[in-house]
């Protein structure tokens, strides 16, 4: 018997008992996430609290965990040598100073750097530039981070401890990666099942079964995370586009004659009410608990894509058994927005506005939170 089934099987019979039926067979959303150990609704710190500290670094890390997000995310990748680190973009250009560096290797993928290379880096004054209103001195300088050390800053609040979002990003360009990233977490203990003490610790989320999640917009990665870690919930990632939903319209965004790619982007959508469901479908076959879908923002902007939250996909997948985590969303109006239309959870860069609306506002000022851990 395959291991899916027997997770899905178990996971399934403590979920009748834990809700009301929600369609025919499933449960409400709340008790879904409940027996996989994942708050409701949940705050996900997209790449950190990348608002306010440049993204994937120890300020925007340390900063989303004690402002008590439930989990930190991070874009998977693996250096030269093998070592897994957080990268958001398939190269370094955005958000270093690679050009200045290692001229010659500037548009190289990350993957062709040692991560005593990486190390080099300045992952900081990007932001200072570009954000001079958030700017920090000390965020000059800051590092690339490794898995390994993304896991020691999720511990280290000992009153709150956040779990980890990770996606393995771009997996083709790192085959095996699921691999590692099994061998990694299994070495630090976060593969081993939590206790039903635990499960419940106000300490946070990253105490409980719940402790981990995985994401991929990749079907086969999807696959192989399944295969290397039956036991840990699943998200498959979902936008309309290459590689995931098909497009209503064939135009391209060459051809749309439109300026911006993400006005383009905000126009599509998928080719039937059928296309979005095979998604679905798909995920829920392959082992996923939930699915997280596109949204489309009321200030537009480069994280605004296709509205994949509306009431009825939501329903759909709700009725599949499944959640909903929505990315990347950072504004009241589209927080109001996205929740009144069913989702379970929200990928945010401003943790701190996302606790707030949900009332759980942090204790202490962004400015606070980031004086105490040196920024
Ligand atoms: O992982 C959810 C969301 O982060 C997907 O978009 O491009 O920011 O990784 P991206
Ligand atoms: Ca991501």
Redesign the pocket.
């Given at each position: 018997m395959p291991a899916t089934f027997t997770r899905s099987a178990l996971v399934l019979s403590l979920l009748f008992g834990l809700g009301q039926a929600h369609a025919a067979s499933h449960p409400e959303p709340k008790a879904i996430a409940a027996a996989h150990g994942i708050p409701h609704p949940a705050v996900i710190a997209h790449r950190g609290a990348s608002f306010d500290a440049p993204e994937s670094t120890a300020a925007a890390y340390k900063l989303a965990r004690d402002l008590g997000a439930d989990y930190l995310?991070m874009?998977l990748q693996r250096s030269k040598d093998g070592v897994l680190f957080a990268l958001?973009d398939d190269n370094l250009q955005r958000t270093t100073d690679v050009a200045s560096k290692f001229p010659e290797r500037k548009d190289s993928p990350a993957t062709a750097f040692t991560m005593a290379e990486l190390k080099t880096l300045d992952a900081g004054s990007w932001f200072n530039s570009k954000y001079p209103d958030r700017a920090r001195p000390s965020y000059a300088g800051l590092k690339i981070l490794t898995l390994d050390e993304i896991i020691d800053i999720a511990r280290a609040n000992p009153q709150h401890k956040p779990g980890l979002y990770i996606?393995t990003k771009e997996p083709q360009l790192f085959p095996g990666i699921e691999h590692d990233l099994k061998e990694k977490l299994q070495d630090r203990g976060w593969l081993s099942p939590a206790g039903s003490k635990l499960a419940k610790s106000a300490l946070g989320v990253g105490q409980g079964k719940g402790k981990v999640i995985l994401q991929t917009f990749d079907k086969n990665s999807l696959q192989l995370l399944e295969k290397e870690m039956p036991q840990v919930p699943k998200i498959l990632l979902l936008w309309v586009g290459e590689g995931s939903i098909e497009p209503k319209s064939a135009v391209t965004f060459a051809a749309s004659g439109e300026k911006d790619k993400n006005v383009f982007y905000g126009k599509q959508e998928p080719k039937s009410e059928a296309e979005f469901k095979q998604w679905v479908d798909y995920a829920k076959a392959q082992g996923a608990i939930g699915t997280g879908p596109s949204a489309k923002l009321t200030q537009g902007g480069d994280q605004s894509y296709s509205d994949l939250v509306q009431p009825w996909m939501n329903q759909y997948t709700h009725d599949q058994g499944m959640l909903v985590h929505v990315y990347t969303v950072d504004e009241p109006v589209d927080y109001e927005k996205v929740m009144a239309a069913g989702v379970d959870g929200i990928f945010t860069n401003r943790a701190s506005e996302l606790l707030k609306f949900y009332k759980r506002p942090a204790a202490g000022s962004i400015d606070d939170v980031l004086k105490k851990n040196g920024f």
């Open positions: 995310e874009d958001h996606e």
